[in-house]
T-cell receptor
Framework: DAGVIQSPRHEVTEMGQEVTLRCKPI?????LFWYRQTMMRGLELLIY????????DSGMPEDRFSAKMPNASFSTLKIQPSEPRDSAVYFC?????????????FGQGTRLTVV | GENVEQHPSTLSVQEGDSAVIKCTYS??????FPWYKQELGKGPQLIID?????GEKKDQRIAVTLNKTAKHFSLHITETQPEDSAVYFC????????????FGRGTSLIVHP
């Protein structure tokens, strides 16, 4: 397996524009996480899906952020409209949750810069 | 919810020295404790983990210890090498049910040659 695949790796956009980050989890994993990493706040959990269903979205900062998981092999994180304070590295991670859980496998991340 | 505290935030050692990173957690139900290493420009990668039914686990130069009573766990790296330089994260979670790993703030380890 190629691991968790995120795209794009880098995104530079102007304030007010819509940004869509994409993630392909590891095949067979049933849980997916979106994290945001900044120097100030470290790794913050934004949202957690289990079997494609959002379980916990309490970390989503505000209504400008939305996430979907239409099937087991794809998820998106959308920011509309984007603001400079959204600049961060966004990670997607997947894992297999069951009788014995695996660790979370992270993608390479998307570095978002909003100017 | 779970709260994980990690110390120190930065750690600078000489090559060959040992490095220790410590974490505490708040939820006594947590029973799975992974450690991740994040190299520059990459996502965090698991390097070692420990479950609550053991007190210590070792893998070559790295080891983890867990004290469930005190709710703290530590990462030990012996004979450090420059390639160990990275950011290390601890995490705590509960297997089964609503599993969401809570991460510490990270420790930036610098190993000087």
């Amino acid at each position: 397996d190629a691991g968790v695949i995120q795209s794009p790796r880098h995104e530079v956009t102007e304030m007010g524009q819509e940004v869509t980050l994409r993630c392909k989890p590891i095949s067979g994993h049933n849980s997916l996480f979106w994290y945001r990493q900044t120097m100030m706040r470290g790794l913050e959990l934004l949202i957690y899906f289990n079997n494609n269903v959002p379980i916990d979205d309490s970390g989503m900062p505000e209504d400008r952020f939305s996430a979907k998981m239409p099937n087991a092999s794809f998820s998106t994180l959308k920011i509309q409209p984007s603001e400079p304070r959204d600049s961060a590295v966004y990670f997607c991670a997947s894992s297999l949750i069951g009788a014995v859980n695996t660790e979370a496998f992270f993608g390479q991340g998307t570095r978002l810069t909003v100017v | 919810g779970e709260n994980v505290e990690q110390h120190p935030s930065t750690l600078s050692v000489q090559e060959g020295d040992s490095a220790v990173i410590k974490c505490t957690y708040s939820d006594s139900a947590s029973n799975y404790f992974p450690w991740y290493k994040q190299e520059l420009g990459k996502g965090p990668q698991l390097i070692i983990d420990i479950r609550s039914n053991v007190g210590e686990k070792k893998d070559q130069r790295i080891a983890v210890t867990l004290n469930k009573t005190a709710k703290h766990f530590s990462l030990h790296i012996t004979e450090t090498q420059p390639e160990d330089s990275a950011v290390y994260f601890c995490a705590a979670s509960t297997t089964g049910g609503s599993y969401i790993p809570t991460f510490g703030r990270g420790t930036s380890l610098i190993v000087h040659p």
